[in-house]
């Protein structure tokens, strides 16, 4: 008795969502626009920056520095400037972010074996982007510095400092952002289709139409989370796919692991959902309310930032932030065969959110019936 | 060119405000929203514009204002071209639309200040304009309070007050009686009254069909297109002396009307309290028709006609009396005389605020109970609590012996639903949404399949099926918000405005339905503004500041208040003149 209404309520659902030939392109193309937009805006290479030199130095060791630095791969142009206000003026105007200053006594300094002095300048606005141009322009610096005879005479005894970088051996960032990315857009579309589901309903009145059905609540909460988790299974399968064969990233943990984690995950993204949903008497306030929830949600998950960068009193708020832990997921079982151990560490948290999240929204659903 | 109405455009009449030629407009596919619509407007006169949803009342509304133009035929105001001058047209005319009018986050006073911004008025003559309007609409204590709180009444009567603060010469009033009790909506068209008396012109739309009586002059609009225009009378004339009622009928009469409807010369037939009211076909006998039922102590006695005698006359007569779905419906045992709906000291309090108090009536099996009442005074409250949709605070309601808290499961699979805006699936097609409610009630194949055929073949879905019900015609929607509330055979229904802004003639299909199934032995709880539905009713309970003030049965009531200078009150007289009593004895 109860499967049969909870079926036609289901499949009630899944057609509200799916038989709009318009609302079944907004669940596909959107998500699949956004994975390869965000993939390629959110990268955190420099690539393609311009720098600036003024060169005072007359000889062969400035000339040399301003080769190696045209010629570096993520340095796309290099201009001259004939005096600092120069610099000074291309760097406000952000057509440079860095400049180089080299010294007049630049190639005698090293020729003689004194220390020679070259001045980077940042444009700190930028100061991510900054920090990695500088680190580029002092690996330059630092090769040119081998190659002086003085370099050479200290290089057998110099220690050398060789870096491997474990799991994404070129540090590409999209083998970092594309997984994350998977957890968020499932999160946005997971969001936006449980909030409006009730309030639609509340909005055409059939909200009413079903509370006299014999319908229980729970049977009404199943049913409205049911389309919304199996939609975003689809989309996550859609996005992994992507992430495999167009992004080309590895993927070295258990397919089945992951799913089963994403599971709970829905599940605590689409009680969240619903309880916008029972809160909210339109529409608009479902979208508002989901929106008001999207950004925190993806701020505090350490998807942009890392969550120990963050202040001290802020950390615990990111506890029950479910995109926390799915990232750890999705990364862990992308790049590097994260352990079960470590799956299940994350995946309890998120269980616990999701019941957290349905009986609010249970409970909110039976009170507004009062 | 000798015209007896003269050439388009030139002006005769000195009062002649409006004039529209041979308007056409149409949106997308389909019939076009208007077609071939002409005639004039006068000042100083209230000017009916009268026809069901979907008629065309508000595209011409709309047409006049020069907010939208006609794809054919045009219209002139004052003189002026819609399609060239809307400029000069708008300073001069007030129009109130159906909804949005208001800005429901700001006060009445609030509201009052935009409108004088927008319309330019000059803040020096603001206060005793505000002044003359707030008195003139009483809504003086209420300034502070915000738009969206107020009542359906006075949130009409704070738009009128809106669209009054440049004194328009023409005034466009859209459907300003809906959702509006009878009180308020006399007390609307009293104040139109005044106004044409002050020479303006109104154009008042409704879907009501009495309202259009008491018109200078009526449009009478049906599918787009212009069935009458003149004075109401006129179009009564055309029944005049084919309206009869047939009195003194003891024992069940809803059988009496559907046996009248399906005899020879019946054009349309209603119940009216105990009485049932009839319109004949012209030249047809009434004696042939009502042989074998007026008999012994049942009369024929002529009665006045009304607008929507001739309406449906006009549109070829009411359907018949016979009810498919109710024939296929098994008869419930209607010997058994426990109640079905019981309502006990139901409560309500909302904080402080008491929305229903101790509210208390039973209805038998087979016997329709109506719940009238202004807007806000608890009858939907009463009608929530009943069926499950709200908590009582105290008392109990019970649904064929189940209580509704307790029993909630067992209380809810035996009612049905139908509320007023025939809560569908819009994106779901015929079929899908038949299917969903077959199961959310738990019928399985073969049963399932079986009663989605039935209702199908009785409501004639076919060639709708696969249709997704957003688009489907009023007349049909209504039919599919029935068969979804009947499809798991309940025992009582509850119908919240079950038929408002539908077309006489599908009412009267509704009804129909409605009341053979009461004979089946399914018992009805309505919710209705319509008078004339509450002449359906068995008994009835006039709800009023969260009580009960009166209950007993449409003629009972009628009785009550009649009196030697006025003995043949109406329903809607009798609605009035019960909360005027009421009102009188809590000041007194």
């Given amino acids: 008795m109860w499967w049969t209404r909870l079926k036609a309520l289901i499949v009630k659902e899944m057609l509200a969502v799916l038989r709009d030939p318009k609302s079944r392109a907004i669940l596909i193309v959107p998500p699949v626009v956004q994975l390869l937009v965000f993939s390629y805006a959110t990268t955190l290479d420099v690539k393609n920056a311009d720098v600036m030199v003024l060169n005072h130095d007359r000889g062969q060791w400035g000339q040399e520095l301003v080769r190696r630095i045209d010629g570096a791969p993520t340095i796309s142009t290099i201009r001259f400037a004939q005096n600092p206000a120069a610099i000074r003026a291309e760097i406000d105007n952000q057509r440079v972010i860095a400049a180089v200053e080299i010294g007049p006594t630049f190639s005698r300094d090293i020729e003689s074996g004194r220390p020679a002095d070259v001045q980077i300048i940042l444009d700190g606005r930028r100061s991510n982007a900054s920090q990695i141009v500088a680190g580029y322009l002092s690996r330059i610096v630092t090769d040119l510095a081998d190659d002086t005879p003085a370099g050479k005479r200290s290089a057998s005894t110099a220690v050398t400092v060789v870096p491997r970088n474990w799991f994404n051996p070129n540090l590409l960032s999209q083998w970092s952002m594309v997984p994350g990315l998977v957890g968020i857009i499932a999160l946005l579309i997971g969001l936006v289709v449980t909030a409006l589901s009730i309030a639609r309903e509340r909005e055409s009145g059939t909200f009413d139409q079903l509370m006299v059905s014999p319908l229980r609540t729970h049977e009404i909460l199943i049913g409205k989370m049911t389309p919304p988790m199996i939609i975003g299974l689809l989309q996550i399968s859609l996005f992994i796919a992507v992430a495999v064969f167009f992004f080309e990233i590895p993927f070295r943990g258990s397919l089945p692991i992951l799913y089963g984690s994403a599971v709970f995950y829905l599940a605590a993204v689409v009680g969240l959902g619903l309880f916008i949903s029972a809160m909210s008497m339109t529409q608009q306030q479902a979208i508002l309310g989901a929106f008001l929830l999207m950004v925190p949600i993806i701020l505090l998950s350490g998807f942009a930032t890392p969550i120990d960068n963050m202040p001290h009193w802020l950390q615990p708020i990111t506890l029950i932030d479910p995109l926390r832990y799915f990232l750890v997921i999705v990364k862990g079982v992308f790049l590097r065969d994260l352990p079960l151990s470590e799956v299940i560490d994350n995946t309890i948290p998120l269980a616990l959110i999701a019941v957290a999240t349905l009986s609010a929204a249970a409970w909110l659903f039976r009170r507004r019936l009062e | 060119m000798t015209c007896p109405n003269g050439s388009p455009g030139t002006r005769q009449d000195p009062d002649e405000l409006v004039r529209f030629l041979d308007v056409g407009k149409r949106f997308g596919k389909g019939r076009p929203a208007l077609e071939g619509i002409s005639g004039t407007i006068d000042g100083g006169e209230i000017t009916g514009l009268v026809g069901p949803d979907g008629a065309g009342k508000t595209t011409l509304i709309r047409l006049m204002t020069g907010l939208m133009l006609p794809d054919s035929g045009r219209i002139e105001v004052f003189g002026f071209d819609t399609r060239r001058d809307a400029a000069r047209i708008h300073p001069e005319i007030g129009y109130m639309p159906q909804r949005f009018g208001l800005y429901e986050d700001l ?482």
């Fill in chain 2, 107 to 588: 006060s009445v006073q609030e509201n009052l200040d935009l409108y004088a911004d927008l319309r330019g008025l000059p803040p020096a003559e603001r206060p005793a304009v505000f002044q003359e309007l707030l008195a003139f609409t009483d809504l003086k204590r209420f300034t502070d309070r915000l738009a969206g709180r107020l009542s359906g009444g006075m949130k009409q009567k704070l738009g009128l007050a809106c669209a009054l603060i440049r004194k328009p010469r023409l005034l466009l009033l859209d459907e300003p009686g809906v959702g509006v009790d009878p009180i308020s909506r006399r007390d609307l068209w009293a104040m139109v009254k005044t106004l044409t008396a002050e020479g303006t012109g109104v154009l008042w739309s409704t879907a009501y069909l009495d309202e259009a009586e008491a018109c200078d002059r009526v449009f009478l609009l049906n599918e787009g297109k212009l069935l009458f225009s003149g004075q109401p009378a006129d179009l009564t004339g055309r029944v005049a002396d084919r309206v009869f009622k047939m009195t003194g009928i003891t024992g069940r009469r809803r059988p009496i009307l559907a046996e009248m409807l399906d005899r020879d010369g019946v054009v349309d037939g209603v119940l009216q309290g105990e009485a049932v009211r009839l319109v004949m076909a012209a030249n047809a006998s009434i004696e042939n028709a009502t042989r074998g039922i007026a008999e012994g102590k049942v009369s024929v006695v002529p009665a006045a006609p009304r607008f929507e005698d001739a309406f449906v006359d006009m549109l070829g007569g009411g359907p018949g009396g016979r009810s498919a779905l109710a024939e296929t419906t098994a008869r419930l045992d209607i010997s058994d005389q426990r109640p079905v709906i019981e309502a006990h000291g139901l409560t309500k309090r909302f904080g402080d605020f008491t929305a229903a108090d101790n509210i208390t009536f039973d209805i038998p099996r087979g016997q329709i109970f109506g719940l009238l009442g202004p807007n806000g005074a608890g009858k939907s409250t009463t009608f929530k609590m009943l069926c499950g949709l709200l908590k009582p605070t105290a008392g109990e309601g019970r649904v064929a012996g189940f209580d509704l808290r307790r029993d909630t499961a067992e209380a809810r699979n035996r009612l049905g639903y139908m509320a007023q805006k025939f809560s569908l699936y819009g994106d779901l097609s015929v079929d899908q949404n038949l299917d969903f409610f077959a199961g959310a009630y738990g019928l399985k194949n073969p049963l399932k399949r079986e009663r989605i055929a039935l209702l199908s073949d009785i409501f004639d879905f076919k060639t709708y099926r696969g249709m997704s019900a957003k688009d489907l015609p009023l007349g049909l929607k209504q039919r599919l918000a029935l068969a979804c509330a009947v499809i798991h055979g309940p025992d009582a229904l509850f119908l919240d405005e079950p038929t408002s802004g539908v077309d006489p003639i599908t009412r009267r299909e509704f009804w129909t339905h409605i009341n053979a199934l009461v004979e089946k032995g399914i018992t009805v709880l309505v919710t209705t503004h319509f008078m004339d539905e509450a002449e359906y009713c068995d008994r009835i309970s006039l709800i009023y500041r969260g009580r009960s003030i009166a209950l007993g049965s449409p003629d009972s009531l009628k009785a009550s208040i009649a009196t030697a200078a006025h003995p043949d009150p109406t329903m809607e007289d009798t609605f009035v003149a019960l909360i005027g009593k009421f009102d009188e004895k809590s000041a007194a």
